[in-house]
């Protein structure tokens, strides 16, 4: 076979190729998708298409700087064909990088003039990108700002007397409540805000009081649970209630992160874990996530929830909230647990974690901002991530990270795993991920890791998603982004 004919071959494999993976990502498959693209990618790397493909499947598994750098690869390529520009707008667009986003999709709109699809899409961008520069205009930074929650006396909202829902009677949280208002919420029916704005004050307190890394002893004999990302699937919440039993202090949790967004029952989510939080603060602890952040909440849903089942006024005091959630936890002085990773130096110790001052929306960089947003990767030593956030790091840095502060495991979620969890780096690393059938297509199991003290071995249950009101994921999310879900 003469060079043209090899050239000739490898263009139409690359095609074929190309026509699996497009399959695989119909069928929700996209890591499969992603490998698929590779080997076309390997094969004839001057096709545009292959490489905004990849983009796209990229950017369903949330993997947005992944996706900027193959949809940017595809503009260099073909400088002329738009859905490059088109892919690297949405990732722009998912990470809140707004101003970014509205430059691909004027670039679209330049490239195809006609395509009413294009238009609609900068139209809204501009709108985003207008609302946002008002935001920055009235926003009040710093020592000027003033505590929501201090301005709030929830004593003084009268309840109708037509409200039939739960109520809290008195000061206290109390078991008999919970039970009500999950039966409530299980129902489709909204608690008084009189009620939600006593479970938000009074999980403020009792998190403000934690330092940012909380020790937790487990007494021999006792058991306790870590849960991974929920994402606003309450009723998949109430099944893990069902299958493990509600929290108590002989029944403890630790729900590390990303209550809220993306599924569309997170207000129900967040009330539900505030109020043990309240009842009894050594029966559930709370981590904070990526996700427990404006720029998120603003994206994914959970601020457009809030405003359509409660009010405006309760977006910024659970912005000021999330603000309080503590950002690791250490089990017996064993087991390391945090929503997303570790760190781009070596030598943080575990009194550098509590030294972070964590009052605030999370950096764009530094020890905060990676304990949120890191993941893992096969490779050793560190690399970029995949998500355009934090970073990625192997299994020796994994394995300093824990010998340097005499642990012996550490406990993440963050990402989406077929079984619910997954073991890496020669089993120093577990990610736990407990929303299952994420946003109602993965087709994922979820999962949580039991402990037994005192030898505090991971014993991982999986279980699958149970059926929940005909409403969709991100049913409360920006529009534009919905556009491109």
């Not at 490239?111 to 926003?139: G, H, Q, R, T, Y």
């Not at 979820?446 to 409403?471: E, L, Q, R, W």
Request: hydrophobic share 40%.
């Amino acid at each position: 076979m003469n060079g043209m004919d090899a050239a000739n071959s490898d263009v139409a494999q690359a095609e074929a190729i190309k026509q699996l993976a497009n399959d695989a990502f119909k069928a929700h498959k996209y890591s499969q998708a992603i490998d698929l693209y590779s080997q076309a990618i390997e094969l004839n790397s001057k096709n545009a298409v292959y490489w905004a493909n990849r983009a796209f499947a990229h950017t369903k598994l949330e993997e947005y700087g992944s996706a900027i750098q193959d949809a940017t690869t595809a503009i260099e390529v073909d400088p002329k064909y738009s859905k490059g520009y088109y892919r690297r707008g949405a990732a722009y667009l998912a990470m809140g990088k707004f101003k970014d986003a509205l430059k691909d999709f004027q670039q679209v709109k330049r490239i195809s003039p006609n395509d009413p699809d294009a238009a609609k899409k900068l139209k809204e961008c501009e709108k985003a990108v207008m609302k946002l520069k008002f935001e920055e205009a009235i926003a009040v930074h710093g020592s000027e700002r003033r505590s929501v929650a201090e301005s709030i006396d929830f004593h003084t909202i009268e309840v109708e007397p037509q409200y039939t829902g739960a109520r809290i009677e008195g000061e206290d949280i109390t078991l008999d409540f919970i039970k009500t208002m999950m039966d409530d919420f299980k129902n489709q029916k909204c608690l008084h805000r009189r009620y939600a704005y006593q479970i938000v004050l009074q999980t403020r307190e009792c998190l403000r009081a934690l330092p940012s890394l909380v020790d937790v002893n487990v007494a021999n004999g006792k058991h306790f649970t870590v849960c991974g990302d929920v994402h606003g699937q309450f009723y998949d919440l109430l099944n893990i209630f069902e299958l493990n039993g509600l929290p108590s202090e002989e029944n403890p949790y630790l729900f590390n992160g990303d209550f809220v967004d993306r599924g569309s029952f997170s207000l129900e989510v967040i009330l539900t874990l505030f109020a043990f939080k309240c009842m009894s603060p050594s029966a559930i602890y709370l981590a904070r996530g990526n996700h427990e952040s404006k720029s998120m909440n603003k994206i994914y849903g959970f601020e457009g929830e809030v405003k359509s089942k409660l009010s405006e006024a309760f977006i910024e005091l659970f912005a000021e909230v999330f603000c309080c959630l503590p950002l690791a936890h250490v089990l017996n002085n064993k087991v390391f647990v945090v929503h997303g990773g570790l760190f781009s130096v070596d030598g943080v110790k575990l009194s550098d974690i509590r030294a972070i001052d964590r009052f605030c929306e999370p950096p764009e960089e530094g020890l905060m901002c990676e304990l949120l947003w890191s993941d893992p990767q096969p490779m050793r030593g560190r690399g970029p991530s995949k998500r355009g956030v934090g970073l990625s790091f192997g299994e020796d840095v994994t394995e300093r990270f824990l010998k340097d502060n005499n642990l012996d495991l550490v406990v993440r979620s963050h990402e989406v795993k077929d079984e619910g969890y997954e073991i890496d780096h020669s089993g120093k690393l577990i990610t736990v991920f407990s929303a299952p059938n994420y946003c109602d297509q993965m087709g994922n199991k979820g999962a949580f890791i039991k402990f037994n003290a005192p030898d505090m071995k991971p014993n991982i249950v999986t279980f699958s998603a149970v059926p929940h009101p005909d409403v969709m994921p991100m049913a409360y999310a920006n529009n534009f982004l919905r556009m491109f879900s």
